[in-house]
């Protein structure tokens, strides 16, 4: 018994090493965000950061202080809930839809075409969108002037974005999600629906009565782990595929785009960190209280 | 569930559209990639060039200097990543999918933890660059990303399924240890799982460019994974095409469809090898969910 638990403490040690150094020293590295972080020459990352200056809130209250801060949050949050609303209910209307063909060539024709977005990066994702944005050469642009309308400069054009966005984040996510709703929808038993059919149940009744509260466990797991990234949001999706565009940040900036840059482009560690620890501190909470809230209703939902 | 037969028709026939319209922009791409320089700059990009070009793809195949090296570093990257996330993915998921392992439940704790809580960007960043020195070495495109909490937690609920109590206690009866039962039995048995994750890897090391992106700089080019060359292309391109207003000159290269030519070649590996793959992947994530 004790040579097994050794055994497996050895087999689990080079993940446990890898947490430790690329999740926990990260963890930790939280005290960043109260500090006036610079690397001084010739010396170590630990001891650099035992030395910098303790600056309290300071680096948060620069944060606040930021004219531009009201917009990127509101950009995040309402990005986020469109996301999580449109990113669930698509995702579940096309797993409904696809489960109930009857061909077994054509659901898995429309599997195929909707997943592969997921194994694209979002740099080809962003050539993608510009062969139908781009000003001079894009499809949409072209059709547009072949109905007699002037061409738009998109990547010049905040109120374009939005929309674009919503698509493109909808075009390379649903597929993937849609495929652990219709997954889930398969193992269902089918006598399940079979005997709803008997009871006389019409297709909606089917879909309000069964459908969805069978779905119901995996809706509120996803929107929990959704709720806890509450104030991320895919840097490559609104740094990349607006190609960093500078006139549009009043509707693409977000928090990681604002993370980021703090970081590369102003080298401030404090003011990036805190950043990031109102970010994730703000999702663990909601997360925690919405699992909490869901246990209490019902004792065998939520997630941990 | 059943539904009438003309329902099923106007439904498959929606379903059928949508597939269409989304692969739409791979289409796109790959008929730019084959248009004339000329007839990009006179009509835009078109579905159907006015004029069809391999100039893109001969100019690509005579230059490959940099692409080859970076197709390298990306190769590398792929096979080395992805086998290293499955070694650390496998033997953790195992691990704690032993209910006498003492430290399962700790280990399980803190593997979920980190994925909704993480120290941000910048914690990361320092202690990559500062303190591991993974700044310009290729290591900065393997490690972060080697290892992912839902693939351990999917490893274990399978292993815990899918490799009976008995078949592990009889081979310890044989005297077989531990890392002999893991290599011989566990590894073996699960296959299917292990080359869903493996593909999984695969493919987002392939698409690696935000590693590259924070911790490989530009003096450091001969690190640059394929994805990261398309990045600096594009940055490039637009910095080429402001300075061509400014000097009026027209460069020869073919960069419009060039640029479109290396995307489809970076999509091609994928393009090609996943319909063959599709399968594992709809599997994999099916059996992830668990009940």
Sequence with gaps: MRKKNISLFLLSLPTAIWYLLFCYLPIFGIVLAFKRYRLIPGKSFVY???AS????????RFLF??????????NTLSYNLIFLLLGTVVPIALAIVLSMLHSKKVQSIFQMSALLPHFLSWIVVSYFVFAFLSTERGIVNAFLLSVGLDPVNFYQQPGAWPVILIIVQLWKTAGYTMILYYSYLLSVDQELYDSAVVDGASLWQMIRYVILPLLGPMIIVLTLLNLGHILSTDFGLFYQVTRNSGSILATTETIDVFVYKALIDQSNFGYSAAASLIQNGIGAILLILANYGIKKIDPDRGIV | MRIGKRANLILSAGMMLLSVIGMIPVFLVIMVSFSSEGSIARDGYRFLPAVFSTEAYRYLFENLGG???????????????SLLSLFLIATMGFAISRK????????AVLIILPMFFSGGLAASYAVNTQLLGLKNTIFALILPSACSSWYILIMRTYFRESIPEEVLEAAQIDGASFFA?????????SKPILVTIGLFEAFAYWNTWYDALLYIDSGHSSLYPLQYLLYIMQSKAEFASSSQNVTGVIEKIPTESFRMALVVLIIAPILVTYPFFHKFFVKGLTSGIGK
């Design chain 1, 53 to 60: 200056e303790w600056v309290g809130f300071e680096n948060f």
């Design chain 1, 48 to 50: 650099s950061l035992f």
């Design chain 2, 181 to 189: 039962i893991f290599g011989r039995f566990v590894i073996p048995m």
């Design chain 2, 67 to 81: 692409i080859l090296r970076s197709f390298g570093v990306t190769l590398f990257v792929t096979v080395t990543g």
């Design chain 2, 100 to 107: 006498e392992f003492k430290l399962g439940k700790i280990y």
């Design chain 1, 65 to 74: 202080l930021n004219p531009q801060m009201g917009r990127i949050v509101r």
